[in-house]
């Protein structure tokens, strides 16, 4: 059994408490970014978890084609701007501008919510159009 030194508990503490810093400066309006890169992955990892909800809901509904691609783009696209423009009010220029914001994570996003209104839609309503077909 290999024993932990104290340094690396505390280490590990460290990144656990800036982590929840972190979060919690995502979740309060106007907070204070003092680092570039923590912002940016919170619009990451916020994306990824949208994506994969509207992919659920657009599984589930079902929407289908060109229509549902262009709607996850604004949708997604829309909320990151509104949440980095209207909650939490950061400053473009620091970010290279709104679009380096906007893009931040998108094709990761966009992935993820084909997966998932994949998986979704074939299992909702597959059976129903295989059998519409036979008939």
Not at 25 to 49: C, G, H, M
Request: hydrophobic content about 50%.
């Amino acid at each position: 059994m290999v024993a932990k030194s104290p340094n690396s508990e505390k280490m590990a503490k460290s990144k656990q408490s800036h982590i929840a810093s972190v979060w919690n400066r995502a979740i309060k309006p106007n907070s204070e970014w003092t680092e570039k890169d923590d912002f940016l992955d919170v619009v990451y990892w916020a994306r990824q978890v949208l994506s994969i909800l509207i992919g659920i809901v657009m599984g589930i509904i079902p929407l289908k084609g060109f229509i549902a691609l262009a709607l996850f783009a604004l949708i997604n696209c829309g909320a990151v701007y509104l949440y980095s423009t209207s909650f939490q009010n950061i400053d473009e220029d620091a970010y290279g501008g709104m679009w380096e914001v906007v893009k931040e994570g998108f094709m990761t996003s966009f992935a993820c919510f084909l997966v998932t209104w994949i998986i979704f839609y074939t299992g909702i309503h597959f059976d129903s159009v295989v059998i519409e077909k036979s008939l």
